[in-house]
């Protein structure tokens, strides 16, 4: 037998005894929404002023008014008459008149009904308001959901995704239903653990250890190729006991924000560098000083001995042919030692003028040329042979030629220290055939570099030197300028019997530090 649908429940039939203010209230409550599922008609209102409250509010709305209750016996299906007069003499008259099937409502019985059923809407209004507030919240936090660009994940205890918001999801290039259920490292990572390097602690173990929030930064390896910096923070969410059941992990990509600090620390370091390189230079110039000295006073004396010698003879008289034959003589080589004073002096300007990044194409033994000729005396006086062997095709390549010529002379001043008691000085230069490259080496009869020494050479402010050489800056500017130029630098020495820098540098026009 199929069960069968129940009838419905008739609607309850009432009249209203008193048109007071209690009627009108108790008709506005029933008119309220929080009791739409009421199944109750209020057929009529009965009250001997027809100017009551209720009474006008019955009418304005439609219901049956009258100033007789008895007018509403005849009512079919009438079921309850609600005394709100007041007055127990109501109750009385009503319950000797009233036909056999109607229920009466004493006067205090319908106070108490009234005032539950006010109770039952103020609870409803208080639940409806909830119920917005409620709605309200969801709204706003999809919308924060769509708008937001941080990415938030929902963490359990066992780092697994409960929820995830759609900017946590592009940043992992995953859908909703994929990223669910996934550990936070398989999404984040695309790793099978949990971070456990000093270098990437992870935020989450230790919010789940201490219970407070944790904050870390950390790559994450994208769809493709390449990373993201990402700044992670996690939030421990309790419950009613105080433990920490799930995890907030909110991600902020700071990838835009890290490369352009990145850069502008490139860009500084640069900014250090050439100011490095200028300060050295300016040490290496002062050592310089004292020989180019007597590199230059040697002409100038020839050269004021000529002019002395042209200026007595023309005192004494007319000039015969054979002084004049001497004057032409004397002329040309004072015009050889001035022009080699102007040498001179023209490659101190150079070197010590501080200039900007330039590169461009240069010519390997003319800088090499250059840096001899401010040595060449300073050797001589060193008691330190010179040997020179280049390659004989032109060794062009693309730099940045103060930075080089900065680099060949410390490296040659280095060479000369190691040697005060004399030696010899070779320099070579030439190509490595089929790589693109150009090299240079410097080598020296000197002390030597002990082994334990040989790791630290590089170091800034490292020098074995008992004397004071400058500020130990020399080798470790030569390796950053080296490195800048895309090139290679490397060393051989043995204690006692000298030392061998080669450079090795590419002769292509793109250099990544420059």
């Not at 695309?190 to 904050?215: F, I, N, Q, V, W």
């Not at 000295?293 to 004021?304: F, K, L, T, V």
């Not at 032109?394 to 030696?423: K, R, S, V, W």
């Not at 020098?463 to 630098?489: N, W």
Request: glycine residues 8%; contains cysteine.
């Amino acid at each position: 037998m199929e069960p069968t649908e129940p009838h419905p429940m008739p609607s309850m039939k009432i009249a209203i005894v008193g048109g007071g203010q209690r009627c009108f209230s108790l008709l506005k409550t029933l008119e309220s929404k929080s009791l739409t599922g009421l199944n109750a008609e209020i057929l009529g209102v009965a009250d001997i002023d027809p100017e009551a409250v209720g009474f006008r509010y019955a009418q304005s709305s439609g219901i049956k008014t009258a100033c007789d209750c008895r007018d509403f016996f005849q009512i079919p299906d009438l079921g309850l008459l609600i005394n709100l007069t007041g007055k127990l003499s109501v109750d009385e008259e009503l319950l000797l008149d009233k036909p056999a099937h109607v229920t009466v409502l004493d006067y205090k019985s319908s106070r108490l009904l009234q005032e539950i059923v006010q109770r039952v809407i103020e609870s409803g209004l208080r639940l409806d308001m909830q119920e917005d507030e409620i709605v309200r919240t969801r709204s706003f936090l999809r919308a924060m959901e769509e708008a937001t660009i941080i990415g938030v994940m929902v963490l359990d205890t066992n780092y697994r995704i409960v929820w995830i918001n759609q900017a946590a999801l592009k940043m992992a290039d995953r859908s909703l239903n994929d990223a669910l259920g996934l550990y936070c490292f398989q999404v984040s990572h695309r790793a099978m653990s949990p971070c456990d390097s000093e270098e990437t602690p992870c935020p989450m173990k230790e919010t789940l250890a201490t219970g407070k929030s944790a904050h870390a930064l950390h790559e994450h390896a994208l769809a493709g190729e390449g990373l993201q910096y990402c700044d992670v923070s996690t939030f421990p969410l309790f419950n009613r006991k105080g433990e920490v059941v799930q995890v907030l992990e909110v991600i902020r990509d700071v990838t835009e924000e890290m490369n352009d600090k990145f850069e502008r620390r490139t860009q500084a370091l640069k900014s250090d560098l050439a100011r490095l390189v200028q300060e050295d230079k300016l040490i290496s110039l002062g050592k310089l000083v004292a020989s180019v000295a007597h590199e230059i006073n040697n002409p100038i004396s020839a050269i004021i001995n000529f002019t002395k010698l042209i200026l007595e003879t023309l005192k004494q008289g007319r000039p015969t042919n054979r002084n004049v034959e001497d004057f032409i003589r004397y002329l040309e080589m004072t015009v050889r030692e001035a022009e080699r004073c102007g040498r001179t002096v023209n490659n101190l300007l150079s070197f010590a003028r501080q200039q900007a990044l330039e590169p461009k194409r240069a010519n390997l033994q003319e800088m090499l040329n250059r840096v001899i000729t401010l040595f060449q005396h300073q050797i001589q006086l060193s008691d330190i042979s010179l040997s020179v062997d280049l390659d004989k095709e032109p060794l062009e390549f693309f730099c940045d030629y103060t930075q080089i010529q900065q680099c060949l002379t410390n490296l040659i001043f280095n060479a000369m220290e190691a040697m005060p008691e004399g030696g010899r000085l070779t320099l070579r230069a030439g190509r490595e055939t089929g790589r693109g490259r150009i090299w240079i080496e410097v080598e020296d009869t000197g002390v030597g570099i002990r082994p334990e020494h040989l790791g630290r050479i590089y170091e800034p402010f490292f020098s074995t030197k008992t004397e004071v050489h400058g500020v130990g800056l020399g080798l470790s500017m030569v390796y950053g300028i080296v490195r800048d130029h895309g090139g290679e630098i490397g060393v051989t020495s043995e204690p006692g019997r000298g030392t061998t820098f080669r450079l090795t540098l590419p002769e292509g026009s793109h250099v990544p530090g420059l």
